[in-house]
């Protein structure tokens, strides 16, 4: 695929965005084959988010190649609207960075990182999220008291879902 291919696929999915917002649609789907081995699959959808009171829509590009077809997709993962239960709006809620799976100790069998009840200072690591096979050691955002642990050991985790509380 050329660059003018390329720049020409960024302005279709970039107008493709414009007639969602305009419409005002929650998705768009898109397949066009350009020959045997050259594809174009677009799907732009949109999730509105809560922030200070009023609804906006998100979205972040990604792209995906396969060796056979070249695919650009457009996707926002939904956000659920914040109520006083959810504690991702608490203040001391610690949010996933990445999408991944969560370890709670460094290893099977060994001690995890933290307990509820343990002090911890900025910095100290808290868990592990693993994506793609690296194991992304997460750091305390500040000094405090584990109040709540809010995932398993081992479990899946979106960007953005609550983690722990640090009182």
């Known amino acids: 695929m050329t660059k003018k291919d390329q720049d020409t696929d960024v302005k279709f999915i970039q107008a493709l965005a414009e007639v969602l ?3 005002d649609l929650a998705e768009v789907r898109v397949k066009r084959e350009y020959g ?4 174009l699959d677009v799907r732009v959808t949109r999730a509105f988010a809560p922030i200070q009171g ?5 979205a ?3 792209v995906l190649t396969a060796p056979s077809a070249i695919t650009h997709s457009q996707e926002t993962t939904p956000i659920q609207n914040s109520t006083p239960e959810d504690p991702a709006s608490l203040a ?3 949010t996933s960075p ?3 799976t969560v370890y709670l100790q460094a290893e099977p069998g060994s001690e995890p990182f933290i307990s509820i009840g343990d002090k911890i200072t900025e910095g100290q690591t808290i868990l592990i999220v693993e994506a793609m096979k690296t194991m992304n050691q997460i750091p305390a ?3 405090g008291k584990v109040a709540r642990i809010l995932v398993e050991d081992g479990t899946p985790v979106e960007f953005g879902t609550p983690l722990i509380i640090i009182e």
């Open 21 to 23: 917002k305009t419409n």
């Open 36 to 39: 045997a081995d050259s594809t």
């Open 54 to 58: 009023s609804v906006s829509a998100i």
């Open 60 to 62: 972040q590009p990604q």
């Open 92 to 94: 001391g809620a610690v």
């Open 98 to 100: 990445m999408v991944g």
């Open 141 to 143: 955002p500040k000094s």
